[in-house]
């Protein structure tokens, strides 16, 4: 298995514009998640899925931020409008069933550049 | 509340001397926590589970409940465990995993 795959690797865009991060977890992985990952605040789970439907959205910090997983196999996460304060590595997790046990597998993160 | 406190955001060490990450927990029950590890820009790696108490790369790690603690230990610190590390703790639904602010280890020779 080639791990949780995610897509772009790095992202520079203009304030305003809209940004769509991809991921695509490990085959047989129930469990979805999205993190963002900043200096300050460190890792911050910001939504995951179970079995395609969204759980817990509670950390999206606002409306501007979307999620969604129309199937099992491809997950995106959608900022609209991007802001520089959302410049972070966004990081893609899952796993067989939840976080017990075997914690998760991440992906190699999305590097955002707000400018 | 579950919360996860790592409370050193750096430690530097020299080659050969002793580490030890700090982390502490809150959490109502028996807790589930790990700690994963992040080379530089890479992804962040699981590497332990207290429940399987095993050594990854010479590091240790030990739950305290009465001090709601899961220390990360290693006797002799090499270069090449100089990281970011993040002590994680499954939250209360079993779902999903709480981490810490993290501790960037660097090892000088």
């Known amino acids: 298995d080639a791990g949780v795959i995610q897509s772009p690797r790095h992202e520079v865009t203009e304030m305003g514009q809209e940004v769509t991060l991809r991921c695509k977890p490990i085959s047989g992985h129930d469990y979805l998640f999205w993190y963002r990952q900043t200096m300050m605040r460190g890792l911050e789970l910001l939504i995951y899925?179970?079995?395609?439907?969204?759980?817990?959205d509670s950390g999206m910090p606002e409306d501007r931020f979307s999620a969604k997983m129309p199937n099992a196999s491809f997950s995106t996460l959608k900022i609209q409008p991007s802001e520089p304060r959302d410049s972070a590595v966004y990081f893609c997790?899952?796993?067989?069933?939840?976080?017990?046990?075997?914690?998760?597998?991440f992906g190699s993160g999305t590097r955002l550049t707000v400018v | 509340a579950q919360r996860v406190t790592q409370p050193e955001k750096l430690l530097s060490v020299f080659k050969g001397a002793p580490v030890e990450l700090k982390c502490n927990y809150s959490y109502s029950g028996s807790p589930e926590l790990f700690w994963y590890v992040q080379y530089s820009r890479q992804r962040l790696q699981l590497l332990l589970r207290?429940?399987s108490r095993e050594s990854i790369k010479g590091f240790t790690a030990d739950l305290n409940k009465g001090e709601t603690s899961f220390h990360l230990k290693k006797p002799f610190a090499q270069e090449e465990d100089s990281a970011m590390y993040y002590c994680a703790l499954v939250n209360q639904a079993g779902t999903a995993l709480i981490f810490g602010k993290g501790t960037t280890l660097s090892v000088s020779s």
């Open positions: 899925f179970n079995n395609n439907v969204p759980i817990d």
């Open positions: 207290h429940i």
């Open positions: 997790a899952s796993s067989p069933s939840g976080a017990r046990v075997y914690g998760y597998t």
